[in-house]
T-cell receptor, first 111, second 113 residues
Framework: SQTIHQWPATLVQPVGSPLSLECTVEGTSNPNLYWYRQAAGRGLQLLFYSVGIGQISSEVPQNLSASRPQDRQFILSSKKLLLSDSGFYLC??????????FGSGTRLTVV | QKEVEQNSGPLSVPEGAIASLNCTYSDRVSQSFFWYRQYSGKSPELIMSIYSNGDKEDGRFTAQLNKASQYVSLLIRDSQPSDSATYLCAVNRRAGANSKLTFGKGITLSVRP
């Protein structure tokens, strides 16, 4: 079966600290992968998407970066977090039959 | 104009009633449309997808699409307290690969017992 794993579930980080969020999928190969952020009171904002290893497209200029070192691994990073980076981060993959399937999410609070 | 707009809400209906959730989109070339349900603190989960004009029914849920009016809706019949959640409308310009969904801000539904 196809599953998506995302961790950690919650994270509290000080301003200026680095960030690394990881997402892995199982049961498929060469998936399209996405990172979204949901800030309080706002909709889901697409941050990055990837159609293959090493292929990253950025949707919004920001303090974050993404990498895809393996086919089923997608990483979201930051060198120095800002207060405005707080939010609910969601990894997702896309299939033509089911649209997006989201991971369980990481709630990041920057203090 | 926002790309995907949903009623600001919140929406409150009594148990057993029909809840009607509406969504409009600005990009006329949009090909596919999705409704997601998101419980508080959880990630969104897919309820319905619709690609053609008309109605699509799945259990208590009916999605309606009118491409000419750039309008998509979700009807929930016999609403239950467990339906209380935020409902997100999402639109895709492409029906095939490399799809990127644009989401509305969502509308919060509360079903009163």
């Amino acid at each position: 079966s196809q599953t998506i794993h995302q961790w950690p579930a919650t994270l509290v980080q000080p301003v200026g600290s680095p960030l690394s969020l990881e997402c892995t999928v199982e049961g498929t190969s060469n998936p399209n992968l996405y990172w979204y952020r949901q800030a309080a009171g706002r909709g889901l904002q697409l941050l990055f998407y990837s159609v293959g290893i090493g292929q990253i497209s950025s949707e919004v200029p920001q303090n974050l970066s993404a990498s895809r070192p393996q086919d089923r691994q997608f990483i979201l990073s930051s060198k120095k977090l800002l207060l405005s980076d707080s939010g609910f981060y969601l990894c997702a993959w896309w299939t033509i039959d089911y649209g997006y399937t989201f991971g369980s999410g990481t709630r990041l609070t920057v203090v | 104009q926002k790309e995907v707009e949903q009623n600001s809400g919140p929406l409150s209906v009594p148990e057993g009633a029909i809840a009607s959730l509406n969504c409009t989109y600005s990009d006329r070339v949009s090909q596919s449309f999705f409704w997601y349900r998101q419980y508080s603190g959880k990630s969104p989960e897919l309820i319905m997808s619709i690609y053609s004009n008309g109605d699509k029914e799945d259990g208590r849920f009916t999605a309606q699409l009118n491409k000419a009016s750039q309008y998509v809706s979700l009807l929930i019949r016999d609403s239950q307290p467990s339906d209380s959640a935020t409902y997100l409308c999402a639109v895709n310009r492409r029906a095939g690969a490399n799809s990127k969904l644009t989401f509305g801000k969502g509308i919060t539904l509360s079903v009163r017992p």
